[in-house]
């Protein structure tokens, strides 16, 4: 019943009609993208080795696809969920399966790692590289072969695989690309999404639909941001009271079996869930009847801290580090993570110095109440505060990651944070003098600039009338040529990656999809591809991976009218 069909001419797929002389020849556009214009297709994340796609496509039978993996020891079980995603996702791609031809070759994948019966975790040392080969014998069996090192880049190679199967409207089959190598690695170590869970709540749900996005993409690390001062939703084990007294609602909460459950979810998309608690600022509710919580809920709010409610930890109560200890157990114990955020996040001194409490113990001290006073009470309670991760950790010495604030900055990151230790995230401007003034001190460094990676910007604003604070809206081109090498210059070799962030006071699961997608699969290039090219050359590709994540379930953003789509390089008006 097609009207259409496509023709690739001069490197542009062009719609045709359909008719008894052109059928046999029409491709349908996801195959006629496949090969027409460019050397790697229609993948997403761009590969950074060397692609060839022979275009040539073979019509396989998905009842008929076979997935071995040699080596697996203690990881069958984490394998054998892998193909079944993997699968479903093949499934997606047909849109009626009343209406698909029968038939089809054989296919096979075999995945080629170490036998290696180490733990699967995600660390900074991993290798999360792959090599793809696709090869189709005279019978017409598919055989791919995926090598890599570890779990991690074989999963990665599974995805690529995965985008180089396409339905065919015309023909009403799955095809797969009959003759294909590509050699794959990404360009940063670190590729990451943050989600506030605190100020509105998510589900389970909701939070494994954003990692299912990031695995379609490639992006490596979940960082969840738990808890803060509106909402308290993670089960504690030795305090219960936390998550009664915090949490909005009994049902709004996150159990410790919910925690493992999408710690698991990740890891079988090759993602690590980071947890982060944010201290000493942004904390409030949870905390009441304990005494260990200055200026919470202040008003008027704004001469306390940056937004209602207020609330910061007490650095000078003793059992408060007791509670921080439990708090980081709960964290170490489900989580495991290979690095932890402690936050550090916005500290207001002058909430501090509204406690008649913590300004006596100062004096006792010897201290002034000067702003220099509060930052060493500041790194007092960080050296606290993370000798009670150490103990949890087992003296395992995790790197930890802290916000840029007052504490990272001139002379206060010399003389109470060490940069063997600590990774610094930034989210000032790509263009602050500061970002470099830490680099060169040696630290690492995670890129979450607000100019170009808090999605949550652009609307109305909540405490007073206008736009919110960092408006305008971030449009995914400004996202693609967010260039790290940019903003690092010569201390680019610091930085592990960036994260782009979702801080939730105007957005809750019923808009995640759309504030995320497609704009953080344009940082997903970004990071594993880093590509010397614009926005410009990317967003034929990007409108076609944008109908891939809507097959996959996610409500992403349009970017174009569909027609954009069928008509490859109408729209632009510089075309």
Same mark, same amino acid.
């Given at each position: 019943d097609l009207i259409y069909g496509y023709e690739c001419k001069s490197g542009l797929c062009r719609k045709v009609e359909l008719s008894e002389k052109n059928f046999a020849q029409a491709i349908s556009l996801p195959v006629c993208r496949l090969f027409c214009g460019s050397e790697i297709g229609t993948l997403w994340p761009q590969p950074t080795g060397a692609v060839r796609l022979d275009n040539l496509m073979r019509?396989?039978?998905?009842?008929?696809?076979d997935i071995n993996v040699n080596g697996t020891g203690r990881s069958e079980k984490l394998w054998k969920a892998v193909e079944n995603r993997w699968m479903d996702m093949l499934e997606?791609?047909?849109?009626?399966?009343?209406?698909?031809?029968?038939?089809?070759?054989r296919m096979s994948v075999y995945i080629n790692t170490p036998n290696d019966e180490t733990p699967v975790k995600l660390t900074l040392e991993t290798d999360e590289s792959y090599h793809l080969d696709i090869d189709t014998d005279a019978s017409g069996h598919v055989m791919a072969h995926i090598t890599a090192s570890n779990f991690f880049g074989a999963r990665n190679g599974l995805?690529?695989?995965?985008?180089?199967?396409?339905? !065919?409207?015309?023909?009403? *089959?799955?095809?797969?690309?009959?003759?294909?190598?590509?050699?794959d690695a990404p360009k940063y170590k670190w590729r990451g999404l943050l989600l506030d869970t605190s100020r509105n709540y998510y589900s389970v749900k909701a939070i494994k639909r954003t990692l299912e996005g990031m695995a379609l993409v490639k992006l490596n690390t979940f960082h969840w941001h738990i808890t803060d001062s509106h909402s308290f939703p993670l089960e504690v084990r030795k305090r219960p009271e936390l998550l009664k007294l915090g949490a909005y609602s009994p049902r709004q909460v996150y159990t410790l079996r919910d925690v493992a459950e999408i710690v698991e979810y990740g890891r079988v998309r090759g993602i690590r869930v980071m947890p982060e608690f944010d201290a000493p600022a942004h904390v409030g509710e949870g905390w009441q009847h304990k005494n260990m919580v200055a200026c919470f809920n202040a008003q008027p709010?704004?001469?306390?801290?940056v937004e209602p409610p207020c609330g910061q930890l !007490?650095?000078?109560?003793? *059992?408060?580090?007791?509670?921080?200890?439990?708090i980081y157990g709960t964290m170490f114990e489900?989580?495991?993570?290979?690095?932890f955020h402690m936050g550090g996040d916005e500290v207001s001194t002058s909430c501090w110095n509204s406690s008649r409490t913590i300004r006596r113990w100062m004096k006792k001290q010897g201290w002034g109440l000067e702003t220099a006073d509060f930052m060493?009470?500041?790194g007092h309670f960080q050296t606290e505060a993370l000798a009670r991760v150490d103990k949890v950790a087992n003296g395992s010495h995790t790197p930890i990651i802290l916000w840029t604030s007052g504490l990272t900055e001139v002379p206060f990151i010399d003389e109470y944070l060490n940069p063997e230790r600590y990774i610094i995230q930034i989210w000032t401007t790509g263009v602050d003098p500061k970002v470099k003034q830490i680099l060169k001190r040696g630290f690492r460094m995670l890129v979450s600039n607000?100019?170009?990676?808090?999605?949550?910007?652009?609307?109305?604003?909540?405490?007073? *009338?206008?736009?919110?604070?960092c408006s305008p809206y971030i449009g995914w081109q400004k996202v693609y040529n967010n260039s790290i090498s940019s903003i690092a210059g010569d201390y680019e070799h610091h930085v592990l990656g960036a994260e782009a962030a979702i801080w939730s006071e105007q957005i809750d699961e019923h808009t995640l999809d759309n504030r995320l997608w497609p704009r953080a699969s344009a940082l997903a290039e970004r990071l594993w591809s880093n590509p010397s090219t614009g926005w410009r050359q990317a967003e034929s590709r990007l409108l076609l991976h944008r109908e891939r994540l809507v097959e996959n379930g996610l409500g992403a953003e349009a970017m174009q009218p569909q027609w954009c789509l069928q008509n490859e390089h109408e729209c632009p008006i510089d075309a």
């Open positions: 019509n396989v039978d998905i009842s008929f696809i997606a791609k047909i849109p009626d399966r009343k209406i698909l031809a029968r038939g089809g070759y995805e690529t695989l995965s985008q180089l199967i396409v339905y !065919d409207d015309i023909r009403r *089959e799955v095809q797969v690309t009959a003759n294909a190598s590509i050699s709010w704004k001469d306390f801290c !007490d650095p000078t109560v003793p *059992e408060m580090y007791d509670v921080l200890e439990d489900r989580f495991d993570p290979d690095v060493r009470l500041w607000y100019d170009a990676l808090y999605f949550d910007c652009g609307g109305a604003a909540w405490v007073t *009338e206008g736009n919110n604070w």
